[in-house]
């Protein structure tokens, strides 16, 4: 149990320093670059939570899809000699005020409120659960969310394209 | 035993940094990101619930729908924000006022 705890531990510190990176670094490529590491960290986390199909899908749509896209955007819109526009940001005082006013409520929130009794769960194979659930009683969700992806992969397409092709 | 408060804290803490990557980053880019660490944060709170408090798995299921959600919102920015560079070369998003007054 106790190298299980440790495990854990240093997963934790990995995701939140470099989710600080992502928060603090001041150039873009660094802040895509910790993102990575904070997707997988998050993954691992789903493995520790006994959810195995969970974690090979934020590895494959989150790691392989969405930070591809923003690496692809930050190469994009930066020109690699430009260097005023990366470093200009908002006054990091506000912000981090803010951050404290929500770390507070979130505080209260898991330290005072009465949690229901845990279920001690042994670790199963859940994909053949996921996918009864999805056919079954999650059917209507899945059907609504095929037809918003349909509707993402249309509205995508037509917002890049270039102008000339544009009446 | 990793108790279930140790994972809120986790979460609860990526979710303020995305807060604080959101409000100080003028890129759009990088407020992208930003969402990108509290649709995360928020997703390690459902599979930890569907784990410590749910007889059923429940929670995975929700995660699911908002990785599904993510990509998408995630392919429509950048779009948006493509579309934008190619309009002013810049993706300040403070310099994007036109629809103010």
């Not at chain 1, 190298?3 to 895509?32: D, Y």
């Not at chain 1, 670790?123 to 999650?138: D, R, S």
């Not at chain 2, 779009?79 to 002013?88: E, F, G, M, S």
Request: neutral net charge; aromatic residues 10%; without cysteine.
């Amino acid at each position: 149990m106790e190298a299980k705890e440790l495990l854990f531990l240093f997963i934790a510190l990995a995701t939140i320093v470099s989710a600080g990176l992502v928060a603090f670094s001041n150039k873009l490529i660094h802040s895509a670059f910790a993102l990575l590491a904070a997707l997988v960290g998050f993954a691992a986390f789903y493995v520790f939570l006994s959810a195995d199909f969970l974690a090979v899908t934020q590895v494959v749509i989150y790691v392989g899809g969405i930070l591809i896209l923003i690496l692809f955007g930050v190469m994009m819109t930066h020109r690699i000699y430009d260097t005023t526009l990366k470093t200009i940001h908002n006054p990091l005082i506000l912000s981090i005020l803010s951050g404290t006013a929500v770390a507070v409520v979130l505080a209260l929130i898991i330290f005072r409120s009465p949690w229901a009794p845990v279920i001690n769960k042994s670790f199963a194979p859940t994909t053949n659960a996921i996918g009864a659930e999805i056919l079954t009683n999650y059917l209507l969700p899945f059907e609504l969310i095929s037809v918003l992806l349909l509707g993402v992969l249309i509205g995508a397409v037509f917002l890049a394209r270039t102008e000339e092709h544009k009446k | 035993m990793i108790s279930l408060q140790s994972y809120l804290i986790v979460s609860a803490i990526v979710f303020i940094l995305g807060i604080i990557t959101i409000l100080y980053k003028k890129n759009a880019v990088g407020i992208l990101m930003g969402v990108e660490l509290i649709l995360n944060s928020v997703n390690l709170n459902f599979v930890a619930f569907a784990k410590y408090i749910d007889t059923h798995i429940n929670g995975q299921l929700v995660a699911i729908f908002i990785i599904i959600l993510a990509a998408s919102e995630a392919a429509v920015a950048l779009a948006i924000i493509l579309n934008l560079y190619r309009d002013r070369a810049n993706i300040d998003v403070t310099k994007v006022d036109q629809m103010k007054n």
